[in-house]
């Protein structure tokens, strides 16, 4: 299923920023073609105050939604963090799809969700917006799948190049909730050292050197992540899905294909097989080629989809 609402279009963080709406027009005509019709879909509503607060103190999420300016113009949390007329709104609504998605999943409605959404999440910490981030949309839908339903071992595997401090900094001491993330070492935000290893949460960092190919992608995975996702048998999983790691992006050097996206999918598809029940939801992180970005989502979307 396919949770993304018009109103993500309408961030508008300036002109020249990477993290733009034509995003998200580039994934959804990816998965416009005749292989995705029978791809459900449906719009993704407001995360409320208390699924937020989960992973936000009100603090947070009141600087957040306060500081959206009520006309036009911009107003610049950070350098690289903006908000315009709609932001908050988008926010919002992205969190929200992570909380349908997993509903839908949990629901048995569906195998699994595709959260084609912005602003991303996975940079903002409990409270700290940073990195185009304000509301951490993974760890939001974590926490809701394990305060609604009961999961008792909830796994977000963060795909994105970047690593995902603010997830793990929500998730630090959360009991029975793993993060995983493979990334670019000493790229932004400088975190996920392979010696963060979390409190009562479980962290595996996995950072790959600049110019990481398939090859050794692959064998990271193969060989670190996925053993020690398996150990952790997620009764659930989430994805972070930033699809920058693909050697086209502007933002970052690591060198995977769009294949690569494909394949890491089907690998924590099984996974999910094995442990999980087969519940996934992804939600779409970073991504800044727009024909890289597409064709990823495309080969991620077919591989969850099982075409
Ligand atoms: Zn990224």
Request: proline share 5%.
């Amino acid at each position: 299923m396919l949770f993304t609402h018009p109103v993500c279009l309408q961030h508008d963080t300036g002109d020249y920023h990477p993290e733009c709406a034509d995003r998200i027009k580039a994934v959804l005509a990816a998965l416009e073609s005749e292989e995705f019709m029978m791809l459900l879909r449906d719009e993704a509503p407001h995360a409320t105050m208390e699924q937020l607060m989960r992973a936000h103190p009100l603090s947070h999420i009141d600087y957040v939604l306060d500081s959206v300016p009520t006309s036009d113009g911009h107003h610049h949390l950070d350098p690289d963090t903006i908000l315009s007329r709609y932001s908050g709104e988008a926010a919002l609504r992205s969190a929200g799809a992570g909380i349908a998605a997993v509903d839908a999943v949990a629901k048995g409605e569906v195998r699994n969700s595709f959260c084609a959404v912005r602003p991303p999440g996975h940079h903002a910490e409990r409270d700290n917006a940073m990195g185009f981030c304000f509301f951490n949309n993974a760890a939001i839908a974590a926490l809701h799948a394990r305060e609604v339903y009961g999961y008792k071992r909830v796994a977000i595997v963060d795909i994105d190049v970047h690593h995902g401090n603010g997830t793990q900094h929500i998730l630090w001491d959360e009991k029975g909730m793993l993060y995983a993330s493979t990334h670019q070492e000493h790229a932004y935000p400088n975190t996920g050292l392979a010696d963060e290893t979390g409190g009562e949460g479980i962290m595996v960092n996995v950072p790959l050197p600049a110019g990481t190919g398939s090859d050794d992608y692959r064998m990271a995975f193969t060989d670190i992540l996925l053993p020690r996702l398996r150990e952790f048998a997620p009764d659930f999983l989430i994805i972070s899905a930033g699809f920058d790691a693909h050697a086209a992006d502007p933002l970052a050097h690591l060198r995977l294909t769009t294949a690569d996206f494909g394949w890491v999918t089907r690998q924590l598809l099984q996974v999910a097989e094995e442990t999980a029940g087969n519940r996934v939801v992804s939600l779409l992180e970073g991504g800044y080629d727009l024909r890289a970005l597409a064709a990823s989502a495309r080969e991620h979307v077919r591989a969850l989809m099982g075409v």
